[in-house]
């Protein structure tokens, strides 16, 4: 079982599962060909397990932010437009901000790198 694990982890095919009331991000999904100042759409496909309460979606574009947004919560998949005014390379990352048990929470965070061009 445990190289089973090990292959999948490796394979990059694996996501841990959520405990209950937590929130666990999947995957970062966005469209290759992004231009500056035209909005993209990101999606965060993910698991809630038990009763969090999702509020907001937060981001970082390499070592820039958080910026956090609401946004579309629906079929286990969070949906937002962003709009990136630079032309660069970046590190984009996200995580979901949650209530679970009275607190608020992050959930895990996952990242692609972009590149936006003019």
Do not use: H
Request: net charge positive.
């Amino acid at each position: 079982m445990k190289w089973l694990l090990m292959a999948s982890l490796l394979a990059g095919s694996f996501t841990l599962p959520a405990w209950a009331g937590e929130v666990r991000i999947k995957s970062l999904e966005v469209n290759r060909n992004l231009k500056v100042n035209v909005p993209y759409e990101v999606t965060l496909p993910y698991v809630l397990s038990g009763s969090g309460r999702i509020q907001q979606v937060c981001f970082f574009w390499s070592s820039d932010g958080p910026y956090c947004f609401g946004a579309d919560f629906n079929d286990k998949r969070a949906k937002i437009e962003l709009n990136t005014g630079r032309a660069s390379t970046y590190e984009l990352s996200a995580y979901i901000r949650y209530r679970s048990n009275g607190r608020q929470q992050e959930s895990n965070r996952v990242s692609k790198t972009i590149a936006v061009k003019r």
